[in-house]
């Protein structure tokens, strides 16, 4: 008779599972709550002491962790020494193993967890015994997920026991511990404050395959970080339309980016990972005409996000243009209705309240490595600003610097933001040098006429004065940049030949 150890957290399936193992001639061994509900069920089933003749100890920490258990889990069928030795110590082989771990980030996930709480929910047996049942595959069945109990018990009718169908089960449960301690590794680095430490274990859940990746030639697969984080994209709600793009889900997370910089109203459309129009205002309604005034042409087919709820107003004016998300808190039920009548619009949820919760570090992958860094959350204020010409700025001056400031950051380099206090009017981005994003960024401006204040935020110093001039004879009235070039006085005399205020900030917002 075949032997199958069955200890589970999570017991979703386990009696029909157990029920289809004893019909194939298994006999079952289980411990705690397992053991418990397979007997309330009338199953016949062994308890491990009985195995082990050795009680649980230490509030059920130690149970599973004992020789007569591995050594039925790692010895080798087709090795007759260790056959010898299994009858030797009177242990019988352990031909399948069923077991999902403590609920370590279920309790993690819950507000208001201790440190001690979490520890308790740290598994040692369970991934010890999967540890030993995958290595010893050729010979062993480990099942970590209740979806394979179906696949599992057909396999097992199969005379011919298929050896690669082992394997992968072996692969999956190594997978499982491999995120499992992950997870632990994470909550404690954190509870710690290591920032970088010298070993970085990431884990992420399947979330939805991908038709393509950035092009149709490339494959693509969408992840879930392990403990998912409220405020992201992956965390948001799809209330209609068509399947996200990899394309698409790019885009929404640099929109969410850029919209959560405001507390505001705003409204903040996106297109190719560059914000295109950004608007502020007393609702939403004046927030969303400011940021479709910004650039009524680069929104076609573009992600708009909004930091307040959609009404009927915003609604039927989205409902004009062809877009491809809008993601907002909320949406009334009209503004709803006007939107879903556009079939292959992805209308999206999130909860904006949980903004200030969002990842502090991004990853980007290279070849054969990963650069991990702080997301750009600085928020330059403005006593801190340094003003380093014979015009001062105004008021007013000074808020639009702060404001386009607040999104030059999310323009890829080099950058340049022409706006007012609270709405973008040209952005250049992308640029192989300063001048070309800065003629970009005007002549879009340029369509909106002259609105003051009118003024030019730079994520990085200017290089040369040629910058400074050419915004300067185009109506810009002031200019915020970090500093820091050899030839920062170039600029600064070319500000004061053409009276018009520059503030260094003294940091770069550089964004590849």
Known sequence: MRRALLSVSDKTGIIDFAE?????????????????????????VIEVEEVTHFPEMLDG????????????????????????????????????????LYPFKETIEKP?????????????????????????????????????????????????????????????????????DALIADYLTKELEVTFPEKLSLTY????????????????????????????????????GKELSYNNIKDADAALKVVSEFKRPAVVAMKHMNPCGVGVG?????????????????IFG???????????????????????????????????????????????????????QADKYEYVSVLGGLLVQERDQAIDQMSELKTVTEKLPTIDEKEALLFAQRIVKHVKSNAIVIATKDQTLGIGAGQMNRIGSVKIAIEQSLEHGMVEPFILASDAYFPMDDSVEYAADHGVTAIIQPGGSIKDQDSIDMANRKAIAMVFSGRRHFKH
């Open 61 to 100: 920490r130690v149970k599973t962790l004992h020789p007569m258990i591995h050594g039925g889990l790692l010895a080798k069928r087709d090795n007759p020494t260790h056959m010898a030795k299994l009858k030797k110590e009177s242990i019988t082989p352990i031909d399948l193993v069923c077991v999902n």
């Open 205 to 240: 859940d399947f979330k939805q395959g991908m038709r393509y990746g950035e092009n149709a030639h490339q494959s693509a697969t969408f992840y879930q970080a392990g403990i998912p984080n409220a405020f992201s994209i992956a965390s948001a709600k799809q209330l209609h």
């Open 112 to 180: 208001n967890i201790i440190e001690s709480e979490a520890i308790e929910q740290i598994d040692i047996g369970g991934p010890a015994m999967l540890r030993s049942a995958s290595k010893n595959f050729q010979s062993v069945y480990v099942v970590v997920d209740k979806a394979d109990y179906a696949a599992v018990l057909i396999e097992l009718d199969d005379e011919k026991q298929n050896h690669h169908f082992r394997r992968q089960l072996a692969a999956k449960a190594f997978r499982h511990t491999a995120a499992y």
């Open 302 to 356: 573009g992600i708009i996000a909004l930091n307040r709820e959609v009404n009927l107003a915003t609604a039927t004016d989205l409902h004009q243009l062809f877009l491809e998300i809008i993601i907002a808190p909320s949406f009334t039920d009209d503004a709803y209705d006007i939107l879903a009548k556009k079939k292959n619009l992805r209308v999206m949820t999130l909860d904006f309240s949980q903004k200030d």
């Open 282 to 298: 007393e609702n939403i309604y004046e927030a969303w005409q400011k940021a479709f005034d910004a650039d009524k042409t680069s």
């Open 20 to 44: 289809g193992l004893i019909e194939r001639g298994f006999e079952l061994i289980s411990t705690g709550g397992t053991f418990k509900a397979l007997k309330n069920a009338g199953l016949s």
